[in-house]
């Protein structure tokens, strides 16, 4: 993942809405995007996409940014670290949008990768590691930002081991969808 041209390409709100409505042909009771491209590209561009994904599909429908961003105002958190595993341009372009939105990243880990496919292949013993290091600084909550990184199953036992939420952007996905799905604002 790259902050050129090419990687912006990919996120062409008219190709993903047409993706979606195939998606509405199963009948479901909501849309969530589970990428994490809006940290850098700006919440407003998720917020922006999901309402025109709601038009055209009629389906309640979310984004995993939009969740993970969701989770400051429900842990009043005002401070986090975040681990990612994209380059140090991607990462500063994250933090920069949180710093406008009012909140303060005290610690971060990335890993340098480029290649969205390769993200899944970090170990979840360094991705735990990258964390504790993040957590050492006592953020209120802890970002792992990448639906490809695999911190799903070791987020829940981190927050215990480092008394500090930690929350994965793919298991915030899944949450986010089956909130749209039930109701719930």
């Known amino acids: ?36 491209s809006a940290s850098w590209l700006g919440a407003e561009h998720d917020a922006k996409f999901c309402g025109l994904l709601e ?9 995993c940014t939009l969740e993970m961003n969701r989770l400051f105002s429900a842990h009043n958190a005002k401070t ?51 964390v504790r290091d993040v957590a050492q600084k006592k953020p209120d909550i802890i970002l792992i930002m990448c639906t490809n990184m695999r911190g799903a199953r070791v987020s ?10 930690v929350f994965d952007s793919a298991i915030v996905t899944l949450q986010a969808g089956l909130r749209l799905a039930n109701g719930l604002a």
């Open 55 to 63: 038009s055209a599909t009629g389906i309640p429908s979310g984004s």
């Open 156 to 165: 829940e036992e981190l927050s215990h081991d480092v008394g500090i939420p």
């Open 1 to 36: 993942m790259t902050l050129n041209q090419e990687s912006y390409a990919q996120f062409s709100m008219e190709k993903q809405i047409a993706a979606a409505k195939l998606l509405c042909d199963a009948g479901v009771d909501s849309l969530v995007w589970g990428g994490t």
């Open 80 to 130: 986090f670290g975040l681990v990612t595993p994209y380059t140090s341009d991607v990462q500063k372009r994250i933090i920069k949008n949180y710093r406008s939105m009012g909140f303060t990243c005290l610690a971060e880990q990335h890993y340098g990768g480029t290649i969205s496919s390769e993200f899944a292949t970090i170990e979840e013993d360094l991705i735990a590691q990258m």
